[in-house]
T-cell receptor
Framework: DAKTTQPTSMDCAEGRAANLPCNHS???????VYWYRQIHSQGPQYIIH???NNETNEMASLIITEDRKSSTLILPHATLRDTAVYYC??????????????FGQGTILTVHP | DTAVSQTPKYLVTQMGNDKSIKCEQN?????MYWYKQDSKKFLKIMFS???????INETVPNRFSPKSPDKAHLNLHINSLELGDSAVYFC???????????????FGSGTRLTVV
């Protein structure tokens, strides 16, 4: 079962920041937070991941609360092409899970003109 | 250059047939996976291989048999296809260092299997 809770859907105006929340209250100390997105009919695309510090790359920023029980993915200037299902996933990096990603329902983000 | 390529992209076949889906990655990754996305859009892992060794084998019918001839390839063979096998199958790869996978995965574009 997925260990995360996300809103089912969100809307965002083109050009504005999209802030996608995720709750992971049972996260353990060695689990990372990963974000992926899936644009219609395509394979999931890696966006960003982090452990406890905030992270930024060319696609997005990831803000993780100090207690690590929640995080927010920020797309600073959303475009129509950012319309997709966004998945927040927590997972260990080793052990018996060995790379296993457990996907939940994700958040359907719709960017409108 | 496609990083993770799957063939075929679409596959329509009759019940009872045997079919294979091929996957190749040119990223130099050492771990490869098969995921299944059903009609409800849930993505679930089926198998993972690290350096040609089976690591994860979820509760998948033994009609599904993965084969990894080398680190760059992971094929999925399905025997006696059933209607319920209709889904989109995604191959993925990642880099593992010291037994830990803390990098992003790269997914293929999927194979849409329809069993009629």
């Amino acid at each position: 079962d997925a260990k995360t809770t996300q809103p089912t859907s969100m809307d965002c105006a083109e050009g504005r920041a999209a802030n996608l929340p995720c709750n992971h209250s049972t996260i353990s100390g060695n689990e990372y937070v990963y974000w992926y997105r899936q644009i219609h009919s395509q394979g999931p695309q890696y966006i960003i991941h982090g452990l406890k510090n905030n992270e930024t790359n060319e696609m997005a920023s990831l803000i993780i609360t100090e207690d690590r029980k929640s995080s927010t993915l920020i797309l600073p200037h959303a475009t129509l092409r950012d319309t997709a299902v966004y998945y927040c996933i927590v997972r260990e990096t080793g052990g018996t899970s060995y790379g296993k990603l457990t996907f939940g329902q994700g958040t359907i983000l719709t960017v409108h003109p | 250059d496609t990083a993770v390529s799957q063939t075929p992209k679409y596959l329509v076949t009759q019940m009872g047939n045997d079919k294979s889906i091929k996957c190749e990655q040119n990223l130099g990754h050492d771990t490869m996976y098969w995921y299944k996305q059903d009609s409800k859009k849930f993505l679930k892992i089926m198998f993972s291989y690290n350096n040609k060794e089976l690591i994860i084998n979820e509760t998948v019918p033994n009609r599904f048999s993965p084969k990894s001839p080398d680190k760059a390839h992971l094929n999925l063979h399905i025997n006696s296809l059933e209607l319920g096998d209709s889904a989109v199958y995604f191959c993925a790869s990642s880099r593992t260092t010291g037994g830990k996978t803390n990098y992003g995965y790269t997914f293929g574009s999927g194979t849409r299997l329809t069993v009629v």
